[in-house]
């Protein structure tokens, strides 16, 4: 659309500023639509479901926590075991069909050979599921 000016020097230039009403109308009318259907959108279909009691299923993988003293020391769940004994216990945890999750905690003085065997000792049984456990630093 040209609009007629009286201005002999812009008459024949183009006009140069976009015209925003019609995105604006644009963006109204889909915010219109989104407001109608949005409540559409959330409704389910209403069953009557029937009672059964059931045992449920813990899905939570068993967890291992496995300590390492400042003299190098193995500890399973609490239970101090050699190097050897650890790695047939990894053996047998890495063969079940859900992996256990293995939580290290290592004391901060220990040399880190103990730490890189266990970790090479548990990657060697399949077990992939291996966190370290830190406690959080004192707010000052």
């Given at each position: 659309m040209a609009f007629a000016s009286f201005d002999a020097k812009h008459s024949g230039a183009p006009m140069s500023?976009?015209?925003?009403?019609?995105?604006?109308d644009v963006m109204l009318v889909l915010l219109v639509i989104f407001i109608v259907t949005a409540p559409l959108l959330t409704q389910a279909v209403k069953l009557e479901l029937p009672k059964a009691n059931a045992?449920?299923?813990?899905?939570?993988?068993e967890r291992i926590e496995f300590a390492i003293d400042a003299g190098g020391a193995l500890f399973w769940n609490g239970e101090p075991v050699t190097r050897a004994a650890a790695q047939q216990r990894?053996?047998?945890?890495?063969?079940?069909?859900?992996?256990?999750?293995?939580?290290?905690?290592?004391?901060?003085?220990?040399?880190?050979?103990?730490?890189?065997?266990?970790?090479?000792?548990a990657s060697q049984?399949?077990?992939?599921?291996?966190?370290?456990?830190?406690?959080?630093?004192?707010?000052?």
């Amino acid at each position: 659309m040209a609009f007629a000016s009286f201005d002999a020097k812009h008459s024949g230039a183009p006009m140069s500023e976009i015209n925003m009403v019609p995105l604006i109308d644009v963006m109204l009318v889909l915010l219109v639509i989104f407001i109608v259907t949005a409540p559409l959108l959330t409704q389910a279909v209403k069953l009557e479901l029937p009672k059964a009691n059931a045992q449920a299923n813990d899905l939570r993988p068993e967890r291992i926590e496995f300590a390492i003293d400042a003299g190098g020391a193995l500890f399973w769940n609490g239970e101090p075991v050699t190097r050897a004994a650890a790695q047939q216990r990894f053996a047998a945890a890495g063969s079940k069909p859900q992996q256990p999750e293995v939580h290290l905690r290592a004391d901060q003085n220990v040399a880190y050979r103990f730490v890189a065997q266990t970790l090479a000792d548990a990657s060697q049984a399949g077990l992939t599921k291996v966190g370290f456990v830190s406690e959080p630093e004192a707010a000052q």
